[in-house]
């Protein structure tokens, strides 16, 4: 049988991470499996379901690169794949139920009903519908309502019983039918109840695995109910345990970022971040934590999939995000960069071929420093903003010392006596410098960093140097000063 999976979100929100894990999860499963993903919107909610929303999930879908085979945007053979559009469906298999009894029209008010609960919660016991509208004829029913009554419908279940199921994640799962009164199918709106289209679409869909949030085991026996109504055959379920935060409490917006879109956002690759979510309740085998998209496809097993809680650590997620950068081509690394660096006006709209090698170099030597792109403003500093005005405490007591006086007037000498200089040229600088000062390590080489960088600290100057050199000869909408330039600057520091 082929596989047939579903995503089913309802358009109420950006896509949270949790949820984000459930598509990923049924996405790898389906394309493992050689089986079908599909995507279906579940907007019956029409009070709290925007179209923005639908539109946001299906970008950060496809921004994640989770493709489907069926869904709203591209049709299918088992379409409509929204919700809103499939209401005549489901009033066919409702009028079904009613007209074999197994279904009947409910009238009791939502005042009537918080009274009930009130009384059931006041004495201890479960609230659960009470049955009151069961003995309702379907005649009587309908006459009411066509004279104006409003009415939902609901499933007539048994009072006593259990309803069991294999969970692919929990094993088996038990519910007494005790606590469970008559589910409402059918809103007195018209518009069906989520574990009653559920059942209908799931059942026409073909899905063979419905796999989802563990927030949806106590929903799964009112499903199972439906399916028995209606003689379904129920699909395979899979509960996943929540996506906490280190606290141990649902991972939410006081812990971080929580919907793609932020992550996004903020400059994480796809590929880190599904990476990341794959290991939120799987656990590869041999411990092999940084994994493409293809080795997850593989390796990925729905029998590992643990059933305690996925703690949301943001430290892990910046460090595969690390290895994932450390994976790109150094064009690729420049290309994803450049945005950010144009954005900060230091890269121009027009990059030349020199630009483009200038940056792949420059990124190399600072991409270690930075988890996301986005950091990689800051670290650009060094290059267009030489300002030392804003140098630090540490910086110029460095250049403020006598060492540090001396050896940088000695340095200014020799390259006055230059234009744009080599690596090799400063090495050799150093060395006369070092005769004549006497100076070696920390106090010959903490002035001249700082003299060239108006900082204690940061990119190594063998890198550094050619760096700027270069780059000095380039056109920048922010010019770069070459090493010349910026120790004559400092001189007026001293
Ligand atoms: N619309 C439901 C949700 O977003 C789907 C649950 C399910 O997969 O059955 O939670």
């Not at 250049?399 to 940088?408: A, D, F, M, N, T």
């Amino acid at each position: 049988m082929k596989i047939r999976v579903r995503f089913a979100p309802s358009p109420t929100g950006y896509l949270h991470v949790g949820n984000a894990r459930t598509a990923l999860f049924n996405w790898l499963f389906a394309r493992q499996k050689g089986g079908v993903f599909i995507l279906r919107v579940e907007d019956t909610d029409i009070e709290r379901s925007l179209q923005e929303y639908e539109e946001a999930l299906i970008s950060a879908l496809k921004w994640l690169g989770l493709d489907w085979d069926e869904g709203p945007d591209i049709g299918g053979d088992y379409g409509p794949y929204r919700q809103s559009e499939r209401l005549e469906i489901y009033d066919e298999y409702t009028k079904k139920l009613l007209e074999e009894g197994k279904a009947y029209y409910c009238f009791c008010s939502p005042e009537e009903l918080e009274e009930e609960r009130k009384r059931a919660l006041a004495q201890g016991r479960m609230p659960k519908y009470s049955g009151k509208c069961r003995k309702i004829t379907l005649d009587e029913a309908l006459q009411r309502i066509k004279k104006g009554e409003k009415a939902a419908v609901r499933l007539r279940t048994p009072d006593v019983g259990e309803i069991k199921f294999n969970d692919m994640v929990r094993g088996e799962v038990v519910f007494s039918l005790e606590g469970i009164g008559d589910p409402v199918l059918v809103r007195s709106n018209g518009l069906p109840s989520y574990n009653y289209a559920v059942v209908i679409d799931d059942h026409l869909m073909r899905i063979t695995h419905v796999i989802r949030g563990e927030d949806h085991v106590s929903n799964t026996p009112r499903q199972l109910l439906v399916y028995r109504a209606f003689n379904f055959k129920p699909p395979n379920f899979a509960h996943l345990s929540m996506v906490m935060g280190k606290d141990n409490t649902r991972l939410s917006k006081r812990h971080g970022a929580t919907s793609i879109e932020q992550f996004r956002e903020e400059g994480y690759l796809a590929s880190a971040l599904i990476n990341y979510l794959a290991l939120l309740g799987w656990a590869p085998p041999e411990g092999r934590e940084v994994l493409t998209v293809e080795e997850l496809i593989e390796l990925f097993d729905l029998n590992r999939v643990s059933k305690s809680s996925a703690i949301f650590d943001y430290d892990k997620l910046n460090w595969i995000n690390r290895q994932h950068i450390k994976r790109l081509t150094s064009r690729e690394k420049a290309e994803r960069a450049y945005p950010y660096l144009k954005k900060a006006g230091y890269l121009p709209d027009k990059m030349t071929s020199e630009h483009w090698k200038w940056l792949e170099k420059a990124i190399e030597g600072l991409i270690t420093n930075v988890d996301r792109f986005p950091q990689l403003v800051k670290e650009f500093s060094i290059f267009f903003n030489f300002s030392p005005d804003d140098m630090g405490q540490e910086a110029k007591d460095i250049i403020k010392s006598e060492e540090g006086r001396e050896v940088i007037k000695y340095f200014y000498e020799e390259l006055s006596k230059l234009n744009n200089i080599d690596y090799e040229t400063f090495i050799r600088i150093v060395e006369s410098i070092k005769k004549k000062s006497g100076f070696k390590g920390k106090k010959l080489y903490h002035p001249l960093r700082v003299a060239l960088t108006a900082r204690a600290s940061g990119l190594e100057l063998n890198q550094f140097i050619p760096l700027v050199e270069e780059g000095s000869q380039l056109d920048f909408p922010l010019k770069i000063k070459n090493c010349k330039e910026r120790v004559k600057e400092i001189l007026k520091y001293l």
